[in-house]
């Protein structure tokens, strides 16, 4: 059971990213996606969310309007495109799936500096 993280890096303010998860070990199609980030010295907060078939997504207020959440349940993977990117953005980013119990993945950066 295995959430894999690839995407982050280095990128200027109003660049774009797009992060990428991808699950192994057990049936991704059953379960929510969402996008979580923490930045140093702060709580881990929620991102955006997509439920099991696609389709209904939610986002927090700070990103509406510049990230997009989706997934390909047949390839077994999840996205997070982030555009318009700022220095309050700049985070670990970590993808969750949730069905009762919760599957981390080990996290990717994402530095938005000038």
């Known amino acids: 059971v295995q959430l894999v993280e690839s995407g982050g890096g280095l990128v200027q303010p109003g660049g774009s990213l797009r992060l990428s998860c991808a699950a192994s070990g057990f049936t991704f199609s059953n379960y929510v996606m969402s996008w979580y980030r923490q930045a140093p010295g702060k709580e881990r907060e929620l991102v955006a969310t997509?439920?099991?078939?696609?389709?209904?997504?939610n986002y927090a207020d700070s990103v509406k309007g510049r990230f997009t959440i989706s997934r390909d349940n047949a390839k077994k993977m999840g996205y997070l495109q982030m555009n318009n990117l700022k220095p309050e953005d700049t985070a670990v980013y970590y993808c969750n799936a949730r069905r009762g119990y919760n599957i981390w993945g080990q996290g990717t950066q994402v530095t938005v500096s000038s």
């Open positions: 997509i439920i099991s078939a696609g389709g209904s997504t």
